[in-house]
């Protein structure tokens, strides 16, 4: 079946700017992780659902950043006022449950001018 | 928290050749996966692996959870295996520790 897809693939904003990145989970899987790539972190956790709700929140690095997760599948992260320490490649996971093997989705990469 | 470090964190290999990357953890996990990310930036699960042994094709890998580490063998190595390799544990409620990872370039 159909992999984890993101969109957009690419995003190009301004400093200030709201973004919103968009997940597609594979179809049955109930856990869903969003991850942030940088040259300077490396790979690092940002929040995590388990069906439409959020255990886990604490990799959010600001205020600016939230999540949501609608009929326990599509995902959005939304960015407001973006900075330019937010670009970043963002990366969505999903697993069938709590524990088992995360997949990944292609990502979006992010850059902030 | 939990620390995750990979060694060594380049390797530069001979078309043919076979390599061990190591991934050493600080904590008990529930989870260890490894992954394979290509040039284009996708993740590939390679395994899920928090004890044991498994073998897929010319790719294996063992963790020993008491010993808090894990290995990842690349048997006759081909240029398609060039990347960047990840370990990540899972020490709380799903979500992934990422080591800093291990590039690998397989020269033909």
């Known amino acids: 079946g159909a992999g984890v897809s993101q969109s957009p693939s690419n995003k190009v904003t301004e400093k200030g700017k709201d973004v919103e990145l968009r997940c597609d989970p594979i179809?049955?899987?109930?856990?869903l992780y969003w991850y942030r790539q940088s040259l300077g972190q490396g790979l690092e956790f940002l929040i995590y659902?388990?069906?439409?709700?959020?255990?886990?929140k604490s990799g959010l690095p600001s205020d600016r950043f939230s999540a949501e997760r609608t009929g326990g599948s599509v995902s959005t992260l939304t960015i407001q006022r973006t900075q330019q320490e937010d670009s970043a490649v963002y990366l969505c996971?999903?697993?069938?449950?709590?524990?088992?093997?995360?997949?990944f989705g292609p990502g979006t990469r992010l850059l902030v001018l | 928290g939990i620390q995750v470090e990979q060694s060594p964190p380049d390797l530069i290999l001979q078309e043919g050749a076979n390599s061990t990357l190591r991934c050493n953890f600080s904590?008990?996990?529930?989870?260890l996966q490894w992954f394979h990310q290509n040039p284009w930036g996708q993740l590939i699960n390679l395994f899920y692996?928090?004890?044991g042994t498994k073998q897929n094709g010319r790719l294996s890998a063992t963790t020993v959870a008491t010993e808090r580490y894990s290995l990842l063998y690349i048997s006759s190595s081909q240029t398609t295996d060039s990347g960047v390799y990840f370990c990540?544990?899972?020490?709380?409620?799903?979500?992934?520790?990422f080591g800093q990872g291990t590039e690998l370039s397989v020269k033909p």
């Open positions: 996971a999903s697993s069938f449950g709590t524990w088992e093997t995360q997949y």
């Open positions: 179809s049955g899987h109930t856990a």
């Open positions: 659902f388990q069906g439409n709700s959020a255990p886990d």
């Open positions: 904590d008990s996990v529930n989870n």
């Open positions: 692996i928090p004890s």
């Open positions: 990540a544990v899972d020490w709380s409620g799903g979500k992934l520790i």
